[in-house]
């Protein structure tokens, strides 16, 4: 046994760190994950969190500027959402609310999630995840626009490039090609518009001119498929999975107002953007857009306990609320142990003010560190921030916006180095992207951006620039 390694009496079941992976590379298979691949390396074993830090079963101690996977909002270790749990399977650790049934976990949480909320948003629609949130989505916009009497409104159109989870529904309505590829997606009623990322698709347009072009491509989809077959558009506020793509500030406002004059649903996938990635409570808020629905998951609990569920707009509500029975639900809608967590979750990020702290303080003072030392650097473009979402593209030559033909494998390259260099930052095609917790204080901030860009340099060394 590591002398170092911390906690090793309970969360550590005595193994080491090759038992460990030799016993998960024999029955265990990895999500998105080239198992064959993985285990001639062995998995990283992580074995306790605390803060914005992790501990692998070495002992060694890791920076996670992924919140986990852009979950974990009020850091590792908070004793209030175990304890919240603890409690609430002592005195009711199950109990369905199907049949005429309510629990005071899920009533807590549900008029906790009104009060967050925008204007307008008086209901929720529990699910364990954000992509079966986004497969709600999908039937009960179907739902509401037949019960207006108008069952032929039924396509979702969504973007390339966006990432709405993993089930059916949620891969068709993402814009992954890789996952489109496995299993015949996207269903039918599904259509795809471009993603409004500039520095790919923008050629010779200023970002405004940009992001107006985007959006039409919208309205455009709309003309084609014929208004009274669109249902909705979802989109992320900012795209997460697809690389933090940061949309001109001309995109929303565009979006907001097709969708408002062809009379369509507009719903925000908020699963990462909500509970205050971008520096507001929800993405919307920080757009000024007016969705209809809002998808919610991870920061929801800061990943304690899986939860996820739709936040509904009154419009549609008042519809669903007429529309008799909605054939829908989980066996866990509104799980009372994972309502519990979610209510202390929120109750800290409410009492600690942890969101406007890092509004006001952190993240700015985060994204002139991140400018400063990336902005001049020759192997990255793009440098974008917003809140606490960090991203650079790799490029081969800075001046002519040139990107590697093999961005993918490089962006995985300077993944390693950062993971060897106890930084976890994530690789998506060609950006180097990170989404550090919210309580990031100005020092840690001072720590991820140096060690971001030791591995960036190191990387720039190792390919021999
Ligand atoms: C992660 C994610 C999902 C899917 O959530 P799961 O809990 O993994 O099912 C959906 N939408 C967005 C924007 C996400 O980032």
Avoid at 59 to 65: R, S
């Amino acid at each position: 046994m590591n002398p170092n390694l911390i906690n090793q009496d309970h969360s550590n079941l005595g193994r080491s760190t090759s038992e460990y992976q030799a016993l998960d590379a024999a029955h265990h298979i990895h999500p998105f994950s080239d198992t064959a691949a993985l285990n001639t390396h062995g998995s990283r074993v992580i074995v306790r969190g605390e803060g914005l830090y992790l501990y692998d079963s070495d002992g060694h101690k890791i920076f996670d500027a992924m919140s986990g996977l852009w979950c974990v909002n009020i850091g590792y270790g908070r004793r209030e959402l175990a304890d919240a749990a603890y409690q609430q399977m002592l005195e009711l650790p199950f109990y369905n609310t199907f049949f005429k049934t309510t629990h005071p976990p899920v009533v807590e949480l549900s008029s906790l999630l009104a009060q967050i909320s925008p204007d307008g948003f008086n209901h929720v629609f529990y699910t364990n995840s954000g992509s079966e949130g986004n497969d709600t989505i999908i039937r009960m916009v179907r739902h509401y626009w037949a019960t207006l009497g108008q069952p032929k409104k039924k396509t979702i159109i969504s973007r390339i490039n966006g990432y709405h989870g993993s089930t059916i529904g949620g891969a068709s309505l993402g814009g992954m090609h890789y996952m489109h590829e496995q299993g015949d997606l996207p269903i039918p009623g599904i259509a795809h518009i471009e993603q409004p990322w500039w520095f790919a698709n923008g050629g010779e347009l200023s970002p405004k001119e940009y992001g107006l072009k985007a959006a039409r491509a919208l309205e455009d989809k709309i003309l084609e498929l014929g208004v009274e077959n669109v249902a909705a558009f979802i989109g992320e506020p900012v795209q997460g999975a697809g690389g933090i793509i940061i949309p001109p500030s001309t995109y929303w406002p565009e979006i907001q107002r097709i969708c408002d004059h062809y009379g369509i649903l507009l719903i925000a996938d908020e699963v990462i953007c909500g509970f205050g990635r971008t520096g507001s409570w929800f993405g919307s808020e920080h757009y000024g857009i007016r969705p209809h629905l809002m998808t919610i998951a991870k920061g929801l609990s800061s990943g304690y306990i899986p939860i996820g569920g739709v936040l509904i707009h009154d419009k549609v509500a008042n519809v669903l609320i007429a529309g008799g029975d909605f054939n829908h639900g989980f066996t866990y809608s509104g799980h009372p142990v994972a309502c519990a967590v979610a209510v202390a979750n929120i109750h800290i990020l409410q009492n600690e003010k942890i969101i406007e702290r890092m509004n006001q303080d952190v993240a700015p003072y985060a994204a002139q560190l991140w400018h400063d030392a990336f902005d001049a650097h020759p192997l990255v473009d793009d440098v974008r921030s917003l809140g606490f979402f960090f991203a650079v593209t790799l490029v081969e030559d800075k001046a002519s916006r040139k990107r590697f033909s093999n961005g993918s494998e490089m962006a995985l390259r300077c993944r390693d180095i950062c993971l060897k260099n106890k930084l976890i930052m994530r690789a998506t095609g060609d950006s180097m992207i990170a989404a550090p917790p919210l309580i990031m204080s100005r020092a840690q901030a001072a720590e991820f951006v140096a060690l971001a860009l030791k591995c960036v340099d190191e990387y720039a060394r190792e390919i021999g620039r």
